[in-house]
């Protein structure tokens, strides 16, 4: 005969109970307590782990990248350093596609990389005798100016660019809109990345 369920958890918490009463721990521990006290010497603390991770140390803080842009002119080299400065960059892949009659899709005969497109958008301060000066920075601005009206390819050096193997531009263009608010000038300037090739031919 089968017993109602309430009757078979009764039965069964009983003999838990009963076995639980069978189990015999041993002794605790015995003697002296344990001690935080670093055995008798001084705790000693130590300085925060290198990188610092808590996200409110960084917050409202600025990582400045500088820009080293240095040029061959008719006067000599000519070498600018912005200590402000914020670049983009971006690349295209060229393909030649063939489409096929009959068929979706194309096929992709030919696929190399193209130049990189360089944006940089710079701050000029006006600098007098290493400490930035309340005034505009006119003189600076024209130095920066006489670099970017060359002729040539420009060498260009920032730990940004340095990751993307940039390290020469052509200057397509550049703009700046008058700042009087304070001692600082933008300049937005695009630019197309440029490196040095070997070309053979067999061809006499």
Not at 50 to 58: E, G, K, L, Y
Not at 124 to 129: E, I, K, L, P, S
Not at 154 to 164: M, Q
Not at 191 to 202: G, T
């Amino acid at each position: 005969m089968k017993l109602p369920v309430s009757i078979d958890l009764a039965a069964i918490n009983w003999a838990n109970y009963m076995s639980k009463r069978l189990v015999r721990f041993g002794e605790g521990r015995q003697g002296e307590a344990p001690s935080w006290e670093g055995r008798g010497e001084a705790i000693k603390a130590q300085d925060r782990g290198v990188p610092i991770t808590d996200r409110a140390w960084w917050e409202g803080r600025y990582v400045l990248c500088p820009l080293r842009l240095r040029a061959e002119t008719e006067s000599g080299t000519l070498e600018v350093e912005l200590p402000d400065a914020v670049a983009a960059v971006s690349r295209e892949n060229r393909i030649v596609s063939t489409g096929l009659v009959g068929r979706d899709g194309t096929v992709k005969e030919y696929i190399n990389a193209g130049d990189w497109a360089v944006n940089l958008v710079v701050g000029v301060q006006a600098v007098r005798d290493g400490v930035i000066a309340d005034e505009y920075p006119g003189d600076e601005l024209r130095t920066l100016r006489q670099l970017l009206d060359t002729k040539t390819a420009i060498e260009v050096h920032s730990e940004f660019l340095a990751i993307f193997d940039i390290t020469k531009i052509v200057i397509k263009s550049y703009a700046a809109t008058q700042m009087t608010e304070a001692n600082y000038q933008a300049v937005s300037i695009s630019a197309v990345s440029d490196e040095d090739y070997e070309i053979y031919s067999n061809e006499y």
